[in-house]
C-alpha cells in the first residue's frame, strides 16, 4: 500500500527553528507537495520538490531525498501566525496525489 | 482576485437530509476536486472532473454524487447524509490533472454537521 508517515504533533517557540519530517512508501514518484493549513481553513500550497536538494523559499525550506523517501520542511524565524498543519503529499506515478495526515505545529511565545 | 469560493462555510442538516455544497471558480482551471477532510485526517478524494469527465474514486459511497454544470461550477450532493459524513469538504482546482507539479488552488472549506 502506499503511505505518508508524519509526525503528528510539534511544539516550537517563537523565533526559533524547526524542521517537520515525511517518509513516504508510494508507487512511483512524480514530486512532493508540503501545504500549509490553518485551523478551519484551506489548504494552501508552500513547496514543490521533484529532484533531491534543498529548496528555500523566504523562511521556509523544503528538502528532498527521492533514494530515502524522505522530505523536510524547514521554518526559520518562527512566528505565531505559523502554529498550523502542514501536510506532505506525494505524486504518484498515476499521477494521484497522496496525502500525509498533517503534522499540527504548536508555536509558543 | 482568482479564487475558489465554497457555500455555504457551515452546515448543518438532520441524518438523512439531503445536502448540496458548492464551489466556484474565477481561474479557469480545467480540474475541480472534492474531498472529505475529518479532524487530523488526510485529506480524502472524493471525485474529480476534468473538464466534463468525471472519475470517481472506487471507494467513494455512492452516497455522494457531483455535478459540474459549467467550466466555473461544480456541487456536491450527499443524498443521504448519515453522522459518518459529517466533515469538512473541500474543493480544490488545479489547471491539469496528469502532471506532477500540479498545484491545487482549494476553497475554504463547508463543514458539515449531521445531528
Known amino acids: 500500500g502506499q503511505n505518508i508517515d508524519q509526525p503528528t504533533e510539534m511544539t516550537a517557540t517563537e523565533g526559533a527553528i524547526v524542521q517537520i519530517n515525511c517518509t513516504y512508501q508510494t508507487s512511483g514518484f512524480n514530486g512532493l507537495f508540503w501545504y500549509q493549513q490553518h485551523a478551519g481553513e484551506a489548504p494552501t500550497f508552500l513547496s514543490y520538490?521533484?529532484l533531491d536538494g534543498l529548496e528555500e523559499k523566504g523562511r521556509f525550506s523544503s528538502f528532498l531525498s527521492r533514494s530515502k523517501g524522505y522530505s523536510y520542511l524547514l521554518l526559520k524565524e518562527l512566528q505565531m501566525k505559523d502554529s498550523a498543519s502542514y501536510l506532505c503529499?506525494?505524486?504518484?506515478?498515476?499521477?494521484?496525489?497522496?496525502w500525509g495526515a498533517g503534522t499540527k505545529l504548536i508555536i509558543k511565545p | 482576485d482568482a479564487m475558489v469560493i465554497q457555500n455555504p462555510r457551515y452546515q448543518v442538516t438532520q441524518f438523512g437530509k439531503p445536502v448540496t455544497l458548492s464551489c466556484s471558480q474565477t481561474?479557469?482551471?480545467?480540474?475541480m476536486y472534492w474531498y472529505q477532510q475529518k479532524s487530523s485526517q488526510a485529506p480524502k478524494l472524493l471525485f474529480h472532473y476534468y473538464d466534463k469527465d468525471f472519475n470517481n474514486e472506487a471507494d467513494t459511497p455512492d452516497n455522494f454524487q457531483s455535478r459540474r454544470p459549467n467550466t466555473s461550477f461544480c456541487f456536491l450532493d450527499i443524498r443521504s447524509p448519515g453522522l459518518g459524513d459529517a466533515a469538512m469538504y473541500l474543493c480544490?482546482?488545479?489547471?491539469?490533472?496528469?502532471?506532477?507539479?500540479?498545484?491545487?488552488?482549494f476553497g475554504a472549506g463547508s463543514r458539515l454537521t449531521v445531528l
Open positions: 481561474l479557469n482551471h480545467n480540474v
Open positions: 480544490a482546482t488545479s489547471r491539469t490533472a496528469n502532471s506532477g507539479a500540479n498545484v491545487l488552488t
Open positions: 520538490n521533484v
Open positions: 503529499a506525494v505524486v504518484d506515478s498515476n499521477y494521484q496525489l497522496i
